[in-house]
């Protein structure tokens, strides 16, 4: 099993405005959350997920405790807080990009501590952290504790997944990432959060600096560009994207990491010892997966991730 760890929101789409009334604005609420859609995304592709978080007990936390279970997602490793859920105000761009505005102070998910952190059996494989959890207290410091703690058990993946409207401090921002880095076997990070975080500094650099702790791969996506990874011995390449015709981007680095970890996890690589082995050719074999259940999810509207039999 792999425990997702950070948050779970609602995200509010903005409606395109039909009746003309300046006053109105119509908005479609879909369950989300960089760690919760990578939660779906595992179960969707036939991998055993259970999701970390502090979860509120309002209408909307409830429902996204409903969406847990009917995607069957373990839910045992849920806190539940008399606080609210988190709000994200999302605008899609022209290109399909989102832009989000967050509504997340005193929410349920920011509220963890290291005193409610779980034990783990042998059960779980490996853990998963990213986005703004890993830059707002007290979550922050719990979960760099639940790392720290764990890096040397079983595996760590990382995504940054930067959004500064809920932490807009880029140094803040840079400490974090730099901490959890340390402890992380596998970074997946986007070309625009690197250009966010480091913008006087390529993104070979980055990577080499990463892979000086315990990383063994760093791997970069490049959205229509498709994706590039970076590696101690084999040194560093890139695969394209798959063509599709895109309805927004939404979802689609989630679905990436998903998809990073299913494929290890079919082929029983999903250790850090066993990292440093795999080929290249194994590697670019992940990467080729993983673009292609991305690019599934850019043909949908909404975080809306790919089931297994659908990525080929």
């Given at each position: 099993m ?20 300046s006053?109105?604005?119509?908005f ?8 919760f ?10 991998v ?7 979860i ?5 936390g ?27 105000m ?5 290109d399909?990009?989102?832009h989000y505005?967050?509504r997340?102070?005193?929410c ?7 005193e ?31 790392v720290q ?15 500064l ?7 803040l ?36 600096g ?18 590039s ?30 998809a ?53």
């Amino acid at each position: 099993m792999y425990l997702v760890c950070g948050e779970a929101l609602f995200d509010f789409f903005s409606q395109p405005d039909s009746n003309g009334q300046s006053n109105r604005v119509g908005f479609q609420a879909v369950a989300g959350g960089s760690p919760f859609n990578v939660a779906v995304g595992l179960r969707r592709l036939g991998v055993e997920a259970g999701f970390f978080a502090g979860i509120s007990t309002d209408y909307l936390g409830k429902r996204l405790a409903t969406v847990l279970q009917e995607e069957g997602v373990r839910e045992d490793f849920l806190i539940h807080f008399d606080a609210p859920t988190t709000l994200a105000m999302v605008a899609v761009g022209a290109d399909g990009s989102p832009h989000y505005s967050f509504r997340g102070e005193g929410c349920a998910d920011r509220l963890l501590t290291v005193e409610q952190l779980p034990e783990l059996d042998d059960s779980v494989r490996g853990l998963h952290v990213g986005s703004f959890s890993l830059v707002v207290q007290p979550v922050a410091d719990a979960l760099l504790a639940l790392v720290q703690r764990e890096s040397g058990k079983r595996l760590i993946t990382y995504d940054p997944n930067v959004r500064l409207n809920p932490a807009p401090s880029i140094e803040l921002w840079r400490s974090q990432v730099a901490k959890f880095a340390e402890h992380a076997h596998i970074i997946k990070v986007s070309d625009e959060d690197l250009g966010l975080l480091y913008p006087d500094v390529d993104a070979e650099t980055v990577a080499k600096g990463w892979l000086t702790h315990h990383c063994q791969l760093v791997i970069m996506t490049r959205g229509r560009q498709g994706a590039s990874i970076f590696t101690r011995e084999l040194g560093s390449w890139s695969v394209p994207a798959r063509e599709v015709k895109t309805a927004d981007t939404v979802g689609a680095g989630d679905t990436f990491q998903a998809a990073l970890i299913t494929f290890l996890t079919e082929r029983g690589l999903d250790t850090p010892a066993n990292l440093p082995t795999l080929s290249r050719e194994t590697l670019t074999q992940m990467l080729d997966f993983a673009v292609a259940a991305a690019a599934l999810t850019c043909t949908r509207v909404g975080p809306d991730l790919p089931y297994r039999d659908q990525v080929v």
